[in-house]
């Protein structure tokens, strides 16, 4: 089954930018059919959807973050990634990546995030 | 867009049903039938439990249930069991963006 594994800097000093990869195994990005997606949750707080990414390349950002995010796509290597960029402290917390179906009938929308990573724990700290 | 609003706690015994609501506005849960559930086990990431409002996802014990009335959307637990003891958060389609709920701890008693 699909698998999803998040790897980065667990410290990023304020103002920087943030860069988290997701390696996905046991099904191929280029396969189509799923949007690759960024989620973070604060620490003891709730979640916050941060984008995804189909394998073309076509990506949809929370509009809150869009101007500091950037999701991009590796297919050679089965990645995807995530930059947030001048991060405060208020950027601290566990990101993870999932994967999303696409629905056809509703371009850009989703249904589900299912697998999800372990997560990894990011902490904005000069 | 703000969180979905959850009741942070809801409690039961062994074997009783509990019910989560998860209340949005027109902008979200009432606009769409994209309504997910995910179960988080403490330190651990959240599990599809509910999808499209009602659906379950192969694997998902039937004792979990899910429905909506307008701009509300509930998660209800029956026959429960001591491993459903986590956090449950609800997640709306929002029309370019999703938001999730406020979470509620289930404890079983």
């Known amino acids: 089954q699909v698998q999803l594994q998040e790897s980065g800097p667990g410290l990023v000093k304020p103002s920087q930018t943030l860069s988290l990869t997701c390696t996905v195994s046991?099904?191929?990005?280029?396969?189509?059919?799923?949007?690759w997606s960024w989620i973070r949750q604060h620490p003891g707080k709730g979640l916050e959807w941060i984008g995804y990414?189909?394998?073309?390349?076509?990506?949809y950002y929370n509009p809150s973050l869009k101007s500091r995010v950037t999701i991009s796509v590796d297919t050679s290597k089965n990645q995807f990634s995530l930059k947030l960029s001048s991060v405060t402290a208020a950027d601290t917390a566990v990101y993870y990546c999932?994967?999303?179906?696409?629905?056809?009938?509703?371009?850009?929308?989703?249904?589900?995030?299912?697998?999800w990573g372990q997560g990894t724990l990011v902490t904005v700290s000069s | 867009q703000s969180a979905l609003t959850q009741p942070a706690s809801v409690s039961g015994s062994p074997g009783q049903s509990i019910t989560i609501s998860c209340t949005g506005t027109?902008?979200?849960?009432?606009?769409?039938?994209?309504v997910s559930w995910y179960q988080q086990h403490p330190g651990k990431a959240p599990k599809l439990m509910i999808y499209?409002?009602?659906k379950r996802p192969s694997g998902v014990s039937n004792r979990f249930s899910g429905s909506k009335s307008g701009n509300t959307a509930s998660l209800t637990i029956s026959g429960l069991q001591a491993e459903d003891e986590a956090d449950y958060y609800c997640?709306?389609?929002?029309?370019?963006?999703?938001?999730f709920g406020t979470g509620t701890k289930v404890t079983v008693l």
């Open positions: 999932a994967r999303a179906p696409i629905m056809v009938y509703a371009i850009g929308a989703s249904n589900w995030f299912d697998p």
């Open positions: 499209e409002v009602s």
């Open positions: 990414i189909y394998y073309s390349g076509s990506t």
């Open positions: 046991g099904g191929s990005i280029s396969s189509g059919g799923y949007y």
């Open positions: 027109s902008s979200d849960v009432g606009s769409y039938n994209l």
């Open positions: 997640c709306s389609y929002a029309g370019s963006s999703y938001v």
